[in-house]
């Protein structure tokens, strides 16, 4: 069992659709990180959590430290939003982190 | 542009060359990874760099060579590689090794025949 696990694995929304991609750990963190790849391979950092939630745009990230679970959450979806979402958790004194395998979303129009 | 340049983008190689992947960073951070991304796998970390030293080698074979000559370059040698090798590298840096936010480059496309 990977110490990060995300769900769905893909994910097919229709364009204005709320989507929510979730994300569970195992591990004892210190943070944990929403992250963006596009089919061109870049991966873009979204959020950095240690509590609570955050939003940017039309993006909004939770976290339950107590339930080791976090949500990311997608607004009014729009096709620009297909990308695999990762979830990685930052959980040693060393800083390293542990990535889940990802969730491919395809928001088509 | 996230401020970390990789190069090549593409790279076809035989399992006899010898061939080099480089990172380049903009951003003044003191900490550089090399990642593998392989299909259906998550990011496996190969080499952390931390103020030029290597604090991590994540019992990556000897084919890859990591090289480090200063805070804002990053190397990783390839020698007689496996076609299982075959995979995205990504680099990425950071600017502490904890609760710092990575930012990645757009990775090298390895294919080895």
């Known amino acids: 069992k990977n110490e990060v696990e995300q769900s769905p694995q893909n994910l097919t929304a229709q364009e204005g659709e709320f989507i929510t991609i979730n994300c569970s750990y195992s591990v004892g963190i210190s943070a944990l990180h929403w992250l963006q790849q596009h089919p061109g391979g870049g991966i873009v950092s979204l959020f950095m959590?240690?509590?609570g939630k955050k939003k940017h745009g039309r993006l909004i990230a939770t976290i339950n430290i107590q339930e080791k679970h976090s949500s990311l959450h997608i607004t009014a979806s729009h096709p620009r939003d297909s990308a695999v979402y990762i979830c990685?958790?930052?959980?040693?004194?060393?800083?390293?982190?542990?990535f889940g395998k990802g969730t491919k979303l395809s928001v088509k129009p | 542009e996230t401020g970390v340049t990789q190069t090549p983008r593409h790279l076809v190689m035989g399992m006899t060359n010898k061939k080099s992947l480089k990172c380049e960073q903009h951003l003044g951070h003191n900490a550089m990874y090399w990642y593998k991304q392989s299909a259906k796998k998550p990011l496996e970390l190969m080499f952390v760099?931390?103020?030029?030293?290597?604090?991590e080698n994540n019992s990556v074979p000897s084919r890859f060579s990591p090289e480090c000559p200063n805070s804002s370059h990053l190397f990783l040698h390839l020698h007689t590689l496996q076609p299982e090798d075959s995979a995205l590298y990504l680099c990425?840096?950071?600017?502490?090794?904890?609760?710092?936010?990575?930012?990645f480059g757009a990775g090298t496309r390895l294919s080895v025949l």
């Open positions: 990425a840096s950071s600017q502490g090794r904890v609760r710092n936010i990575q930012y």
């Open positions: 990685a958790v930052d959980g040693g004194s060393q800083g390293n982190l542990i």
């Open positions: 760099y931390n103020f030029k030293e290597q604090t």
């Open positions: 959590l240690s509590s």
